[in-house]
């Protein structure tokens, strides 16, 4: 059973981490990294490094890399360089497969979405500008949330519940104009492929799905029930935390290889007919599902 022994209820609002999530840009961030690294003459990143920086608020995920990486060139140099390869890449990013299929579903069956990214306002334009018909009209106006957000204090970024909390908040002031009944945590589904995204919507006191990469997967290798209840404390020292997480095999989590195929049964969600039966494509594995809890 859930923390404070309360069930997961049916799911009424969906929230979405965005990179790696909805949008290939983990993968251009690790290209950019590797880029740098390699003019550098220095080791490519590890999935045991980069398994800390995903998810993070960028001064914590820079903190950690530097510390790491001991380069020879000095951390406002390495911004420098960063964002010049960013701004390059960063306009080919595309959405990963099963979420548009999945945005329309979740929409037609009268649940709500927001996006709750650890991107900054520059980079989310420069991910996002070329998608907006494409993927993130979906989302109602004043309904995706960013790292530099000023209503998230500073230092409250992910594994925090801050960012996902106010995500629901937007969706709840938007009903409550509306004349609408709000949406508790307990109905919220959050969808992340970070280990502390999983962790912030845990201690959101939400249900959380998990598509990780297959290579931060294998980092987390026989400790996917702790990654899934929020208990593996990947903390930055001096951070502050919020919330519970939840307990081993309590219901709340699903790890699954991709969003294609997702099951909207299992949350009670009601598709319309003709929605959510998609076929798998070449990236799904089975019916896109490792593991499951109980």
């Known amino acids: ?42 080791p490519m990143l590890p999935w045991s490094i980069k398994a800390k920086l995903q998810g993070r608020p960028a001064h914590f ?41 999945l945005l329309q579903t979740l929409l037609a069956a009268g649940v709500e979405i927001a996006v709750a990214t650890s991107s900054n306002s520059s980079n989310y334009a420069y ?60 109905e919220t589904l959050v969808f992340e492929d970070s280990v502390p995204g999983v962790e912030a919507g845990r201690r959101a006191g939400m249900g959380v799905v998990w598509v990780p990469h297959e290579g931060l997967l294998g980092e987390y290798n026989g400790r996917e029930e702790e990654v899934l209840a929020g208990l593996c404390q990947e903390y930055v020292e001096g951070e502050i935390m919020g919330g519970k997480p939840g307990v081993l095999g309590d219901g709340w989590g699903e790890l699954r290889s991709t969003l294609v195929g997702f099951d909207y049964e299992r949350y009670g969600i009601k598709p319309r007919s003709g929605m959510g039966g998609e076929e798998l494509d070449e990236h799904a594995i089975g019916n896109g599902i490792y593991h499951l809890t109980s």
Request: charged letters at 25%; a negative charge.
């Open 1 to 42: 059973m859930a923390t404070d022994e309360i069930a997961l209820s049916p799911i009424r609002a969906c929230l979405f981490d965005m990179d790696g999530l909805l949008i290939n840009s983990e993968d251009l961030y690790t290209q950019v990294t590797n880029t740098i690294l390699r003019e550098l003459d220095r």
């Open 61 to 101: 995920s820079l903190e950690l890399f530097m510390q790491w990486a001991n380069l020879p060139i000095s951390t406002s140099e390495w911004r420098a360089r960063s964002a010049a390869l960013q701004r390059e890449l960063f306009p080919s990013s595309a959405p990963l497969p099963g979420v548009t299929n």
């Open 127 to 186: 991910k996002t500008s070329h998608l907006q018909k494409e993927l993130f009209d979906f989302f109602p106006p004043g309904q995706i949330i960013k790292g530099d957000d000023p209503r998230i204090p500073h230092g409250r970024g992910k594994p925090a519940p801050d960012i996902y909390l106010l995500a629901l908040e937007t969706i709840n002031a938007r009903r409550r104009a509306e004349g609408k009944d709000e949406i508790e945590p307990r």
